[in-house]
């Protein structure tokens, strides 16, 4: 994150000491006031879930444009803290205290999002779910259960590899495909089915496709028998929507139905997203 040019000035902020802890942008009259050394270590933080949970300083440093003795400085920080670990290498990662805040981030999402799904289960029959990126891993962070006797039910907190869902790879298709080269190389692509794509050429070509067409489906992938379709939203934060059942009932009629209001619910959504974040403290 940059500072904006028009900042009037840049006072340090101290400490009860004197010691300097940060700096304050001062933005022009009617703007805001942004603390830099926050704005540069959540740039550090979202870098490294970019970059798959882990990178060394120099690879920070080329992709947040920081100077390295700023990255170190920032870095050190957030290692005492607990939300940084230091590998045995020059390899950082997320730390374990990050889960809570996302745990419970997700489920204020969930909560927020789920009279989305509810619309998208009284129209479809079938189950309707709510997940994100994070780090190598897809998250559900709400369900909405279909109406059948049997329906496909994901426990919300579930971690599965993106490879092999539809939610996971309509995520990754919203990314650059280098970024997407760098998530999967931390990340074992292993086969859950017979049907599972796990040849990286054949993976590229399946997320080109998904951009073309705008959503992404898991036909057998993940669990045989199970089918899914989902869209991802284009937000600063990556979710994905989507709707599951079994392959009896997940037809490609029902398919077809379902993609025009996945699109309708993740646009609803992401406008609520936008009015969130615009609403004043």
Same mark, same amino acid.
């Given at each position: ?115 989305? @799904? #509810? ?7 079938? !189950? $309707?779910?709510? *997940?994100? %990126? =994070? +780090? ?117 009629? @029902? #398919? ?7 699109? !309708? $619910?993740?646009? *609803?959504? %992401? =406008? +609520? ?9």
């Amino acid at each position: 994150m940059q500072t904006s040019p028009a900042a009037a000035d840049t006072p340090d902020i101290e400490d009860a000491s004197g010691r300097v802890v940060g700096t304050t942008t001062v933005a022009p009259a009617g703007g805001s006031t942004t603390v830099q050394a926050v704005e540069r270590t959540v740039a550090l933080l979202e870098a490294m879930a970019d970059a798959g949970g882990q990178a060394t300083l120099s690879s920070l440093a080329l992709r947040s444009g920081l100077p390295m003795p700023t990255i170190h400085r920032l870095m050190r920080t957030l290692v005492g803290c607990g939300y940084v670990r230091q590998g045995p290498g020059r390899e950082y990662s997320l730390g374990p205290r990050l889960v809570r805040l996302g745990d419970s981030a997700g489920r204020l999402v969930g909560m927020w999002a789920r009279p989305r @799904l #509810v619309e998208l289960v009284d129209a479809l029959g079938e !189950s $309707a779910n709510l *997940a994100v %990126l =994070d +780090g190598t891993q897809v998250v559900y962070i709400a369900q909405e259960p279909g109406r059948h006797a049997m329906r496909m039910f994901t426990e919300v907190g579930r971690r599965v590899p993106p490879h092999c869902t539809a939610v996971g790879k309509a995520l990754l298709a919203l990314m650059p495909a280098e970024q997407v080269q760098e998530l999967l190389r931390h990340t074992e692509m292993t086969a859950q089915t017979e049907s599972t794509i796990i040849d990286p050429a054949a993976f590229a070509a399946e997320l080109e496709r998904i951009r073309r067409c705008g959503y992404a489906l898991d036909d057998g992938e993940q669990e045989l028998g199970v089918r899914c379709v989902a869209v991802a939203l284009d937000a600063p934060v990556l979710v994905a929507v989507s709707v599951s059942g079994p392959s009896t009932r997940m037809t490609d009629d @029902l #398919v077809a139905a379902a993609v025009p209001r996945l699109r !309708s $619910a993740a646009r *609803a959504l %992401l =406008d +609520g997203m936008a009015r969130n974040a615009a609403s004043p403290a």
